[in-house]
Structure formats: structure tokens, C-alpha cells
């Protein structure tokens, strides 16, 4: 089952914070995080394990509620290079065969 | 390293034709992975592979075929494209091991595949 993200889609002016959220109906092992700009590879952000925790770097962080079954990732003060479509990638038994959701496309204007 | 490269960057093909799409990686990881990408949508694995040898389905694999006979290769076969495969193709790879389920999936820069 493919994880939900949400919203679909979001525009901030640069400064802003964004939250994108990450929703399974079955329980998790991990999440992986990944931004894609148009017509590139998507690019790895961050993993997060089951067990709660909370990562980040610079000014993009995010969380994993193992419990529910959610993943949200931060972006704060954004800027105008976090344009793009971002990701999750839900892996439900450490095996890596991850399911990718619906992704964010996210627009940060001037 | 190069990384996860794929050939060629671009295709299009007519109904009915064949091609193999190139995927090759010198990270020496033994997991390899095939996925689709529609317009505006996310990506959907078509098939993985976790070592040389060994090849699964993934969520959409009909009218796909792979083959895995190198750690380092992975080519994905058309056989009687249709439109329905106009799309992007990214291949992928990652190390294996209970040591590095930290780590993630690398991709390549993708294929783009038209069929007329």
C-alpha cells in the first residue's frame, strides 16, 4: 500500500516553514526522505528508524511516530533551492524494498 | 566512482518494438532496483534484484523483463512497447547487510522513454 503524503502541494515565500506529512496504514521499519527537482533523480535527505527518533541537518529535520505510522519532515527558514517534489519512501521490514508515496511538490517563491 | 549510470538518456520507440534499458553501478552494492516514474506521480518498482542471480517482482512488473548475471548490471527488457510505457525509468542501487539498514538508495539520472 502506497503511503499517503500530504498536501499535495504547497507554496511558501522564501523565510517560510513548511511541514510535509508522511501516512502508512501498515506498521514501519523505516522512512526515507527524498527531494526531486524536474526532470533530475530524486536526491536522499535523511532515514529514519522505527523507535521514535528525530533527525536533521541544517535547516530540514524530521520525525518518525513509529505508533502512528507517520513521518513528517520540517523545512524551516525555507529557501528558494528547496523548490521541489519531495518524497517518502516507506520500508516495512529492513529489507529495503521501499514503497514511495504520492510526494509534495513544493514552490518557495521570492 | 560514477556512481548509478543508466543508457541511453533518452528513447522513443514505436508500438510493438523492443529495447534494453542500461543500468550500471560500481558501488559494488548487491541491491538493484528498477522504477517507474509517470508524469507528476510518484515511483512505482517495476523489479529489484538482491544480488547477481537473484531477480523479484515489483509492483507493476507485467511487460518488463530483467535479468541480474553481474553485481554491477542490471538491464531492464521492453518486449512490445506500448504507450502505456511512455514514462521515466530510474535505476537504483544500495549495499546490503543488517550492518547498513541505515543506508539508502542511490539512483541514477534516469531514462526517458517515449512510445508512439
Known amino acids: 500500500q502506497q503511503p499517503v503524503q500530504s498536501p499535495q502541494a504547497v507554496i511558501l515565500r522564501e523565510g517560510e516553514d513548511a511541514v510535509i506529512n508522511c501516512s502508512s496504514s501498515?506498521?514501519?521499519?523505516?522512512v526515507h526522505w527524498y527531494r526531486q527537482k524536474h526532470g533530475e533523480a530524486p536526491v536522499f535527505l535523511m532515514i529514519l528508524l522505527k523507535g521514535g527518533e528525530q533527525k536533521g541537518h541544517d535547516k530540514i529535520s524530521a520525525s518518525f511516530n513509529e505508533k502512528k505510522q507517520q513521518s513528517s519532515l520540517y523545512l524551516t527558514a525555507s529557501q528558494l533551492s528547496y523548490s521541489g517534489t519531495y518524497f517518502c519512501g516507506t520500508d516495512r521490514s529492513g529489507n529495503e524494498k521501499l514503497t514511495f508515496g504520492t510526494g509534495t511538490r513544493l514552490t518557495i517563491i521570492p | 566512482n560514477a556512481g548509478v549510470t543508466q543508457t541511453p538518456k533518452f528513447r522513443i520507440l514505436k508500438i510493438g518494438q523492443s529495447m534494453t534499458l542500461q543500468c550500471t553501478q560500481d558501488?559494488?552494492?548487491?541491491?538493484m532496483y528498477w522504477y517507474r516514474q509517470d508524469p507528476g506521480m510518484g515511483l512505482k518498482l517495476i523489479y529489484y534484484?538482491?544480488?547477481?542471480?537473484?531477480?523479484d517482482k515489483g509492483e507493476v512488473p507485467n511487460g518488463y523483463n530483467v535479468s541480474r548475471s553481474t553485481t554491477e548490471d542490471f538491464p531492464l527488457r521492453l518486449e512490445l512497447a506500448a504507450p502505456s510505457q511512455t514514462s521515466v525509468y530510474f535505476c537504483?542501487?544500495?549495499?546490503?547487510?543488517?550492518?547498513?539498514?541505515?543506508?539508502?538508495?542511490?539512483f541514477g539520472p534516469g531514462t526517458r522513454l517515449t512510445v508512439l
Open positions: 558501488m559494488n552494492h548487491n541491491y
Open positions: 501498515k506498521a514501519l521499519y523505516s
Open positions: 534484484s538482491v544480488g547477481a542471480g537473484i531477480t
Open positions: 537504483a542501487s544500495r549495499r546490503s547487510g543488517t550492518a547498513v539498514r541505515t543506508d539508502t538508495q542511490y
